[in-house]
């Protein structure tokens, strides 16, 4: 595992792991070159970043094909994804790798982390097809107004069934200064409320083992993805509260990913 975090400001670094171990074609094309084949097994960063690009494409083809939200293609339903909705999907996808050691975990046992951080890229938790018989669902909000300092944007999300459930924030910030301390300029915060009452804040993470959201916590003011993971959520309506905490050059638009 390369590129580990975080970055020199402190936020989640990297923001997700791809993994390639596997056959690849050579590019001399020399069948010789392959033990007769043409093919070599290969790992690394090279091969890892084509197949998150590829997720990433795959991911932007299903909100154009009117997959969404019926979990199959409607043309009529085709939307444009920004940027920021394409990588909170990705976010919202990720796997938490476990593996046989420590390698995956920081110094502060938590997870996500600077050692995988929201885990390992896997679609198909987070992209339904109804022909598959998926019974899961995602929802989407892509904001086209943005929001300004001190506005907030409220919405619910109604879980069916008591299990897994990913809320995760998204938005391409202004660019930085150069060489500026903190890479931040606009910062949103994002807030999930339980049927129950209990509150949960983006990026505030328990240990590695538990693997999700701790309650409580204080808001993020240095990444520009928060997240709320939780492996048992209760049945009920849950609210997300998206806040403008500081936005100095605004509005400020962002995607939000429930799944």
Known sequence: LSSRGPASDGRIKPTLLAVFDGDSAMSDGNPATGAGNGDLHWAGTSYSTPSAAGAAAIVRQYFVDGWYPAARPVPANSMNPSAALVRAVLIASGAQVTGGGTVYRTTDNRWPNNEQGFGRILLSNVLPIAASGDTFRTQVVDSEDGLLTGDEFTTTFHVTNPGR??????????????????????????????????????????????????????????????????????????????????????PQRFAVVAT
Request: hydrophobic share 45%; charged share 15%; aromatic share 8%.
């Open 165 to 250: 459930l990913r809320i995760v924030l998204a938005w391409n910030d202004y660019p930085g200064t150069l060489g500026a301390a903190k890479a931040l300029v606009n910062d949103l915060d994002l807030e999930v409320t339980a049927p129950d009452g209990t509150v949960y804040r983006g990026n505030n993470f328990g240990t590695f083992a538990q693997g999700e959201s701790a309650p409580g916590g204080s808001f993020d003011a240095t990444n520009v993805e928060e997240a709320v993971i939780l492996k048992a959520a209760i049945a009920g309506d849950w609210t997300v509260r998206v806040i403008g905490s500081n936005i100095p050059i605004g």
